[in-house]
């Protein structure tokens, strides 16, 4: 069983939380998106707990310590913060496109997951 978090409740967000909740070997352990009223939907939805909603991918990845992997599908700048902050605690991740802004960006995720 995998514990799965996810960043970002946009289409591919939502996207990603029905893929999950289909799996056997999945477990949704938490969500997150900046825009309140987007989460509380997501939430209600998808009959998820308060608790396991989050406005800020941080306090998600630092308090939920049970997510094994997560999936980043925020607005575009925000891919490379979530994805670094997430491989420093050492989770899995999966990111949408494009995975970085600057070629910068993409050799420190390179160099994380190295």
């Given at each position: 069983?995998?514990?799965?978090?996810?960043?970002?409740?946009?289409?591919?967000?939502?996207?990603?939380?029905?893929?999950?909740?289909?799996l056997p070997n999945a477990r949704l352990v938490a969500i997150c998106?900046?825009?309140?009223?987007?989460?509380?939907?997501?939430?209600?939805?998808?009959?998820?707990?308060?608790?396991?909603?989050?406005?800020?991918?941080?306090?998600?990845?630092?308090?939920?310590?049970?997510?094994?992997?997560?999936?980043?599908?925020?607005?575009?700048?925000?891919?490379?913060?979530?994805?670094?902050?997430?491989?420093?605690?050492?989770?899995?991740?999966?990111?949408?496109?494009?995975?970085?802004?600057?070629?910068?960006?993409?050799?420190?995720?390179?160099?994380?997951?190295?």
């Open positions: 069983m995998v514990n799965v978090g996810i960043v970002g409740l946009g289409f591919m967000g939502l996207t990603h939380i029905k893929a999950y909740r289909q998106d900046a825009d309140r009223t987007r989460l509380a939907a997501a939430l209600k939805k998808y009959n998820l707990p308060a608790e396991k909603g989050f406005t800020d991918f941080r306090k998600m990845l630092d308090s939920t310590k049970e997510i094994e992997a997560c999936t980043v599908s925020t607005a575009d700048h925000a891919h490379y913060p979530a994805a670094m902050h997430a491989m420093g605690l050492g989770k899995h991740v999966c990111v949408q496109k494009p995975l970085t802004n600057t070629l910068w960006e993409a050799q420190q995720l390179g160099l994380a997951a190295a």
